[in-house]
């Protein structure tokens, strides 16, 4: 199987492009990477609840095959628009991770993809607004916070949880939600044809 879902951390600086972090081979893109999932972040405070669940459970950073393995950012803190400066580079979360197979495999585990998904521990994407570099240990400072917007989490509960229009319709609203990700939500909008 091709993945690039086994990271390591890594010393020194990296550049933040567009559409990938500096030397990261994301092997599928029709799922991974591209411009609305140019960097994944992983909270660290995570490790913990996967480390009593999970005999296996590596202790470095970028188990789940995240960029950047953060401290103090949590889905349920993060709104779906927030922009954030990390080392010279700004970033704007654009939505939830929603796990594939290759999350199975990396744990050698068949139940782990509805595991990720009931933890609610998705990690989040980020777009680069701006390039530039960072390494480990540079802050992450929010630069900008739409108020409105809904949290990582909500997204993640509305993907899970079919039965609530209202959050349907406060998701849809956001207008840097990732575009696969409002793809999929307005599939489920009444009126539209399922496929």
Not at 12 to 31: P, S, T
Not at 129 to 135: D, F, H, P, T
Not at 166 to 182: F, K, N
Request: with cysteine; proline share 4%.
């Amino acid at each position: 199987m091709k993945t690039g879902i086994f990271k390591k951390p890594v010393d020194g600086r990296r550049m933040l492009r567009l559409d990938n972090v500096e030397g990261d081979q994301q092997a599928d893109l029709r799922v991974h990477g591209g411009t609305d999932k140019a960097v994944y972040g992983y909270p660290a405070e995570h490790y913990e609840y996967w480390k009593t669940l999970l005999v296996d459970m590596p202790s470095e950073s970028g188990a789940f095959g995240e960029n950047l393995t953060t401290a103090g950012l949590t889905e349920n803190s993060l709104h779906i628009s927030d922009h954030f400066q990390v080392g010279n580079a700004v970033l704007r979360v654009t939505q939830p991770r929603i796990p594939c197979l290759k999350l199975a495999a990396r744990f050698r585990r068949s139940d782990m993809i509805d595991l990720f998904h009931r933890s609610g521990r998705s990690g989040f994407y980020f777009a680069v607004v701006e390039e530039g570099g960072l390494g480990a240990g540079d802050a992450i400072e929010l630069r900008h916070r739409d108020t409105k917007a809904v949290t990582v989490a909500d997204v993640n509960r509305l993907y899970l949880d079919k039965g609530d229009p209202e959050l349907l319709d406060r998701v849809l609203d956001v207008p840097t939600l990732a575009g696969s990700m409002r793809r999929h939500f307005e599939k489920r909008r009444p009126g539209k044809s399922r496929r």
